[in-house]
Every structure is written in C-alpha cells, then in structure tokens.
C-alpha cells in the first residue's frame, strides 16, 4: 500500500495585552463584570466610528518582525460581514487583502532538527462579543461585549507541517514567541490562544497537495493535536480506499475525540470582504519599524545559545530555562542578584519545575522572587540550613512569594554547625544506638551512616551533616 | 422690525445681533419660531420631532448667562433645527426608519456637541429619506415632506425636512448631510442655501451612516453669511473620526469680501446635459443667467468638460449601496431599535425584523450593494467603480488647474410633485445627477438660489471647489447673492383648506 504524506497549516488567534480595545479606549482587563467594558464604538451603535489603538500596531509589528515577515506598505483593514449575535455590526473588521506582515517564516526544533514554517499573513482584527446559553432559560442567549473589540492578531501558516510533533513545535514556537515579546499573555483556558487547522493528505512521492480540509472549535493545544491525528488517519484511511476527500469545515469535538462535518464548499459563507471606509490605510513608515526592530526582545533561540555562553549551562539546562520565557527570567534576575549560575538553575529545572507540573501551572502563575531564590542558594552553598530544610523553604517560598531568610527564621532551620552544641547531641546518640557504635567500631561503615541519620532526626534536620559525620567519627574513634 | 411676531423670518446673523444687543430674547424668538410651526407645519410636515422642552430651557439658558453677562458665542440663542440622521443624547433619533423605533443614544454626535458648545437652540429633528436614500423625502417611514413653494411638490432631498424648514422660516438655521446631494439638491428646490463641505471637513462621528466615504454633515441657511457662521461652528478636527481633515478651520466669514474680480469659473458641460439630454429649459436659462452675472462682476468664465463624470451615477450606485449594505447589517434587533415580535429563532428574528424595520428603497439598496460584494462579482463591479472613482477625481484636478470654482445647475428641473418619480427609482436617481460627482471627488459644493420657473419654483446653482476651498465658494457665492434679490423672497406655505391632520411627533 502507497505512502501517505499529510501537510498540515495553521491558524493563531492571539489576543494582545494592549491596555485598551482595538478601535475605541474601552479596558481589555480581564474579569470585569458583563457589559462594563463598552462604549458605542465597540457596541457598534448607529453613528460610531472606530479609530485605531497605535499600541495594537506596535504589538503586531513585534510580530510580524519577529516572524521575519514583509510589512505591507500600506495595509488595508477590511470589513468581513456575516450575521451573528455576537457581533454588534454584523461585519468584523480585519484585513484581507493587504494583512500588516506576509511572506515570513517560524523556525523551531522538532526532534533535535530545525524545522521552518512559513508565515503566509500575519493581521490584526477585531474579536466579538461572548455569548452564554444559559441552561436554565432556553428561550435567551445572554451576550457579554467586554470582549467585542478586543485586538486579536491571526498569524495564517503556510502547510508546511507534516505531523502532529511539528504542529506541537510550532504551537510552542508560536506561544513562546508571543511570551517573549510580550504582546499576549496567551492563555489558553481563557481563550487568549485560539486555533484552526487545516489537513490535507497526499501520495508522499507526489508533490502536489491533497484537497484540504479546515477544522474549526480548537481550544487547546490537546484539541489541536487529537484533531491533526484524527483528520490525518481518517483522511489517509479514505484515500486508500479510493475515496474522495470532501472540501469542507470540520468542527473537533473534544468529547468524542472526533471530527464531523460542518459546511461544505457549495455551502461555503460569502463575507463581501470590501475596504473599510472609515479607517484610512495604515501606512507604515521606515522609522517606525526601525523603532519596534530596535526594541525587539530577545527570542527563546538566541537566550538559549546566550546561557550557555554567559553562564556556563549545559545546552539542556538552558533548553528547559528558556521554554518558559517567566522561568529564563527568574533564573537571570536570581544570578544578577548574586546567586551562582549552576545552583540556581538547578532549582528552577528540578525541584520547581516539579512542584508547577504537579500543580499544572507555569513559571509565571509562580509567586517565586528572583530575591527569595538566590537567598535559599546563598543559605545553602553557606551552609547556613541543611539540604531537607532548604527544600522545605523553597516549597513554601515558590507559592507564597516570602523571602526565604524569613521563612527559615520563622520555622528555626537554620543549621547547628556549633561543635559543642552538636557534641551533645551526638553523646546522646552514641548513648542511645550502643549497638551501631560497636558496629560501626568494628568496621561495618554503614552504621555511620545510621547514626548520622539519628542525630538528623534528633535536631529535626538543622544539624550540618558534613560536621555531624566528622564528629561522629572523631568521638567514635577517640573512644 | 424686532417686534417677536416676525422674528423667525431674519437671517442668524440678523437675529445674532439683536441677541447680542438685548433687544430680542433667545425665548422671544424661540416662541415666534414656534408659532410659525404652529402656523405651517401641519400642510408641510418639516419635523418628526420638535423639541420643545429641550429648546426651552437651551433658550433660558443662554437668556439667563447673558443678563449675567457671562461671555457667549455669536450664535448663541438662535434656532437650528437638526436632520434626525445625528445622534442627540436623550433624544430619539431614528433616520425616519421604522427600524431605529424607539432609539435614544446614549450619546452625542461631535456636530451636536459643537452646537451645544456654541449654544445653539433645538428646534426639532427634521424630516428625511429614511437613512438618507432618496432625493425627496418621499422615503421616510413618517410621510412626506412638502415643498414651502408648492405643497403639491416635493422638497428634495434627502434633508427635504431642514431645507422646507428653512425656506418657510420654521426655523433659523438648520443641518442636513450630503451622501450624493443630500443638502444641496433640496436647497436647491426649496430656494435656500446648502452646502457639502470637503469630506473630512466636519467631523461624522455620530452621524448615522449611510454611505461612509461619501457622507458630509453640513448647514442649510437662508443666506450665504448664515452659511458661514454655521460651517464654522460645525467644521473642525475630530480624533474620533479617522477620516476628519486635521488642517484648522479659517474664520469662513472673512471669505465674504463681495469681491471676486479675476475669479476663474468653469461651467461644467457634463452639468448641462446627461446622454445626450439637456436639463430642463428654465434651469439651464437661470445658470446661463447666473454665469453672465458672475462675468459682470468680474470672474472670468469658460466652459469646461469632465468626460468621466458621464459615470457618476452608475459608480455612484455601486459604492453607496455597497457600503450601505455593510453600514446597515447592525439593525438586526439584537441591541437597540426596532424587534420583531413574531420570529421563532434568531435567523426569523433577523429576517422579520429587517423585512417589517426597513422600507423598500432601503432594501433595493441593501440588495444592491450585498450582490455587488458578492464573491466572484467584486471585481467586476466594487473594484472597478472603486477604479472609475478614481477618474473621476483626476477630472476634477485637471479641471482645478485653470478654474477656481465650477458651477453648473444643482438639479435637472425644479421641484417635481410628489408621487411622479416614486414608482421609477432610476428617473429619481437621475435627480442627483450633477451632485454625486461632487461627492465622489470629496469636494466642497454649495447651492444657492439663482432663479425661479414661470411657476415660481426656485432654482440653484452650484458651485463647487477644490478640496477645502469653501472659502472661495461663499466668496463666490456671497457676492453672487448681494448682486441680486433672490434669498429675499420667501415662501408662503399657507394652504387655503385646513382639516388635514398634523403628523408631527411631540418630544416626550
């Protein structure tokens, strides 16, 4: 049976993190009570009149550079018409046929390998109103317009995916990217990030692409990637059986792990695309993109190779630190404030990154300071609290946000690195286990290692157990 | 001369001054246009709306800061009455559509806000084509308007209600837009003045939209001066309107020298006839007249062609309703207006609403312009006006290479009577023959009155100039009007049998 190759494209909608709406001064911030975020410009009340934030432009340009992408001179905005509740003028303003960036390119590592996208169109666009169905009355629908004019970017890809690990790839490439530049804050399960795919298959020796197939309700990268699977197998199963693939909007049903058909071509929608006239054409000057090119932000690739190099991490380390650009961060904000490279990313790689994946949260919804963390490696690497004790402070510090030389005086860990005060207690211990004393005289090592652990338990981990052995030793030969 | 049972009959600037020296009251003229209403608006029907609470205490207001001597704008006190096409907060506003019933903005157009600033007084909202399609007021949901000169005839339109106001004296001053005549073909008709500034003169925020790239608000006087003083209450930078001009206004009254030696007129010979027929014999006389006028008083004039603007009406019949279509969608019954109460779903809801909410020339033109969006039609249609528009502007820049002002008549023929157009849209169409070009270039153009038929039908004249040359037009324009008598004469609207019954809507 003939090889089968599948090309698979996307479609971001990333909401930006512009203080206000796209074409009115109406707040974006999130959690505002329903219908208190409005003004008959976002309404889209008889009479208003939309005027462009300057602030979504930067936003999108950051990307469009970032992306590597030509910057249309001018770019156009269009109206997108089709009736729905949840769009107050029953057309969407966004652009078509002039978007702010084209023709760019993604690149990111799948499998140890780089892999290239391309961008086909990179444009801004207005987002609509959230409707709710309440369960309870059927008869209503209940609209919110806070969210009705919130800047959304869509970044189009070309089909240059061709399996669900590079869609994976490049969704991470997107999100990072978004992060870095710090133009959303792409949340997920608050819809910040939203996708559509398309799938096509074809024979892998033949070049030309199968008829394509548009999948739509894409919630999380877990929908995306079950859907991509699903499309992929059912699409390759149809043409082996000789079948015609249909070109059609498939909606993904996250219940069912399943996609089923929504519209097909003939029913395709006609949404009149024309130039909006009440915007003029953006025209974007050279001075103007040399600023946002100059205050670009670094990007997840080139932090990595700069890690490494600064601060002697190993290519991994630096990998796992700049996947999140809140945790490459805290880890450069630690150092600069003193704590050394190697033991600060080891925090952050281990024993943090386990404590968010048990809580499934990002670096970022962490409370954990630059401060707090470069005390605990300060307190460790002096010897000033014990191993245990300083993962009991880290535990606490990553959530609550407390500086860790409070905690540790809070909770008395820190470390009894006097002789006298530890020798007592290392008596007790000799007095107490006689057996493993004369064990260990006799030449069984391990008792040692007993008894250092008792007198751990008996100071409740404060001992310093390099001096707790040596003494250990001293006592237990001199006797 | 003051005496308050003539004072709706002066100019703005007439009553200004009175106003300004104490003789008269904002409250005393307010009254005498009020008693005018009372007197004519039953056979001519110029309001949907009067405002007579609101005016009142604007009236008292400005009477009460000038007794305090408190400083106050030169039109402040005088009454204007508004097109109901502007958003006024806390009064209805509904374009003459059944579909906007009920509407009350929560907020003001920028053209009221600069009324309210320079302390304007609010007649009432005055009748018009619903959504400003139409070119005689024959299309609002409310009836029609009738014309001052002859009440068998129509006012024009789409601002039919503002222009029979003013030539009746219902009013001192009033507004009107203009999407392809929408002020001065009703002007025209009605023996008053209109003018259409450059595009993005004045700002459009808060104008309900019919045709956004060609839509201008602009004022509908007795005489060229009151012109002036309202274009410069009116015109101005808007940041809330993308499209607003951002160049300061001038003090237009300053334009009015009476001096226009070596002034370079160009009459349009496209003006003159369309496919091969001429305007009507009385209109073309009374513009053959006016330019021998303009010639004694020193302008040099020529005639000109324009060959693309033989394209007008068709580009002009795809664009506007094309964006009509689209600025139109949002009447849906979802958020404000008119809901039908009989639907069964949100697609029957959308259907009834808009098939019940809207009138049929509003639903030719949505249909019109929602076919020529269409997919695959785009290109054939859209763009290709888009492109022909642009020809037509290059016409109008030759043309302004070696003339100040063009001019031309504003209306094939006078006042038509009322029903003789309705059942023919394209013989309507045909009545803006000579505005729309002007809209399509975005250029300034005024009409004032330059004549009357044998009738006693007024007649216009347009001029028109280059982008943000109103100052040359009401130069023009004002030394035209002070050579002669016609913004002398007035209507008398009275009609001999009463019974019939009054349409006007009360505030409230």
Known sequence: MAEYAANIGLEVHAELSTKTKVFCGCLTAAGAPPNTQVCPVCLGFPGSLPVLNRAVVDYALRVVLAFNCEVSRPSIFERKGYYYPDLPKNFQISQKRAPLGRSGYVEFPVDGEMHRVRIADIHIEEDAAKLTHPEDDRAHSLVDFNRAGMPLLEIVSEPDMHSPSQVEGYMNAIRSALLYLGVSEARMEQGQLRFEASVSVRPADRAELGIRVEIKNLNSFRAVLGAVKYEIARQTKAVQAGETILQETRLWDDLHEVTAPMRTKETAMDYRYFPEPDLMPLVVDDEWIARVRAELPELAGRRRERLVREYALSDYDAGILTAEKALADLFEAAVSRGAPAKPAANWLTGRFLYLLNERNLTA?????SPEALAEVVELVESNTISGPAARQVFDRIAFSGESAKKVVAELGLTQISDQDELGTTIDEVIAEHGDAAENYRKGKESALKFLVGQVMRKTRGRANPKLATELLEKKLKAD | MSTSSSLHELTAAELADLLARKEVSAREALDAVYARVEEVEEDLHSFVLLTRETAERQAAEVDEARAKGEPLPPLAGVPIALKDIYCTKGIPTTCCSRILEGFVPPYDADVIERCRAHRLVFVGKTNM??????????????????????????????????????????????????????IRQPASLC???????????????????????LDQVGPITKDVRDCALLLGALAGHDPRDSTSLPDPPPNYTRALTGEIKGLRVGLVKEFMEYQGVGVAPEV????????????????VCREVSLPHLNYSIPVYYILAPAEASSNLARYDGVQYGYRSAD??????????????????????????????????????????????????????????????????????????????????????????????????????????????????????LQLVGPPLAEETLLRAAHAFEQSGQFHRRRAVPVRQRKGRRSAVVREG
């Open chain 2, 343 to 460: 639907a069964d779903g949100i697609i029957e809801m959308y259907r009834n609403t808009r098939n019940e909410g809207f009138g049929a020339e509003v639903k030719r033109r949505i249909m019109l312009g929602t076919y020529t969006l269409s997919a695959g039609y785009y290109d054939a249609y859209y763009l290709k006006a888009a492109q022909v528009r642009t020809l037509i502007r290059r016409d109008f820049d030759a043309a302004f290479e070696d003339c100040d002002v063009l001019v031309g008549p504003v209306s094939p023929t006078v006042a038509f009577r009322l029903g003789e157009k309705a059942d023919d849209p394209v013989q309507m169409y045909l009545s803006d023959v000579c505005t729309i070009p002007v809209n399509l270039g975005g250029l300034p153009g005024m009409s004032i009155p330059c004549g009357f038929s044998p009738d006693g039908l007024p007649i216009g």
């Open chain 2, 129 to 182: 084509d619903e959504f400003a399609m139409g070119s005689s007021t024959e299309n609002s949901a409310f009836g029609p308007t009738r014309n001052p000169w002859d009440l068998d005839r129509v006012p024009g339109g789409s601002s039919g209600g503002s222009a029979a106001a003013v030539a009746a004296s219902e009013t001192v001053l009033a507004m009107g837009t203009d999407t392809g005549g929408s």
């Open chain 1, 364 to 368: 970022a919804d962490a409370a954990l």
């Open chain 2, 191 to 213: 023996g008053v003045v209109g003018l259409k500034p450059t595009y993005g003169r004045v700002s459009r925020y808060g104008v309900i939209a019919y045709a956004s790239s």
């Open chain 2, 284 to 299: 073309a006389e009374a513009v053959k007249a006016a330019i021998a006028r303009f010639e004694e008083l020193g302008a």
